[in-house]
């Protein structure tokens, strides 16, 4: 991952996005989308990558990896959340941004009910 490329991005499309504002209010908006949608992307199959190493180590080392699958899927849901709440505040909807929030920190309470109940049985045995 160039950091310095996608920064660039992102100040190129801020610029762009502002100039463009006053003239054409809907480009401006489709290009936002577009450039965090590919600033998003490239960090997003940049992280896969990492995330399958990681993995690839994790596996040869016999630990307990389905403790990682879920912080992985934690991670997931609150990279597109977080990017899913700002495109909607980017276009003025404040309120669905809030709910898109809420949706992502409900489906990560989800997600990790395996890993809570995990850690209150392993507590459970050692009380009992």
């Known amino acids: 991952m160039n950091i310095v490329s996608l920064l660039g991005v992102?100040?190129?499309s801020a610029v762009v996005v502002t100039l463009l504002k006053q003239?054409?209010?809907e480009y401006s908006i489709l290009i936002s989308i577009?450039?965090?949608t590919a600033v998003f992307l490239s960090v997003i199959f940049d992280v896969?990558?990492?995330v399958k190493r990681l993995d690839s180590v994790l596996s040869r080392t016999g630990l307990e990896t389905s403790y990682f699958s879920v912080a992985l899927?934690?991670?997931?849901?609150?990279?597109?959340t977080g990017f899913i709440a700002d495109l909607c505040r980017d276009v003025g909807q404040t309120a669905l941004a809030t709910r898109a929030e809420l949706a992502g920190r409900c489906a990560v309470f989800i997600i990790s009910?395996?890993?809570?109940?995990?850690?209150?049985?392993?507590?459970?045995?050692?009380?009992?």
């Open 23 to 25: 003239y054409k209010g």
């Open 73 to 80: 899927k934690c991670l997931g849901i609150c990279a597109i």
């Open 10 to 12: 992102c100040v190129i």
């Open 113 to 128: 009910i395996p890993l809570l109940v995990s850690l209150l049985e392993t507590a459970y045995k050692f009380i009992g």
């Open 34 to 36: 577009v450039a965090g």
């Open 48 to 50: 896969v990558g990492a």
